[in-house]
Nanobody, 116 residues
Framework: QVQLVESGGGLVQPGGSLRLSCAAS????????MGWYRQAPGKERELVAS???????NYKDSVKGRFTISRENAKNTVYLQMNSLKPEDTAVYYC??????????WGKGILVTVSS
């Protein structure tokens, strides 16, 4: 019933841009905080950016000024605009939905590769 489906990943050269989308279904989207996590090979999954149900956003320091998270509640979708991409941004990116007193929901992940 609950699905988070990521799209928009792929291969991009350093300095390039990608826009990730996460379409949610089966949840009351507007009541959830949404986040983008990533996991690089051999590393722990980390929070990249989040946006609360109120619209307040937060970012990992290394992506501040380069990434922008946004949400469109009418479309049940959260986005991650990624600019000035670096090779160290290469990872599988996961969409996350969180609500107080509830378990988290996760997408299957989508690969972003930044390489020349």
């Amino acid at each position: 019933q609950v699905q988070l489906v990521e799209s928009g990943g792929g291969l991009v050269q350093p300095g390039g841009s990608l826009r990730l989308s996460c379409a949610a279904s089966g949840i009351i989207f507007s009541m959830h905080d949404m986040g983008w996590y990533r996991q690089a090979p051999g590393k722990e999954r980390e929070l990249v950016a989040s946006v609360g149900s109120s619209g307040t956003s937060n970012y990992k320091d290394s992506v501040k000024g380069r990434f922008t998270i946004s949400r469109e509640n009418a479309k049940n979708t959260v986005y991650l605009q990624m600019n000035s991409l670096k090779p160290e941004d290469t990872a599988v990116y996961y969409c996350n939905a969180y609500r107080t007193w509830r378990v988290d929901y996760w997408g299957k992940g989508i690969l972003v590769t930044v390489s020349s």
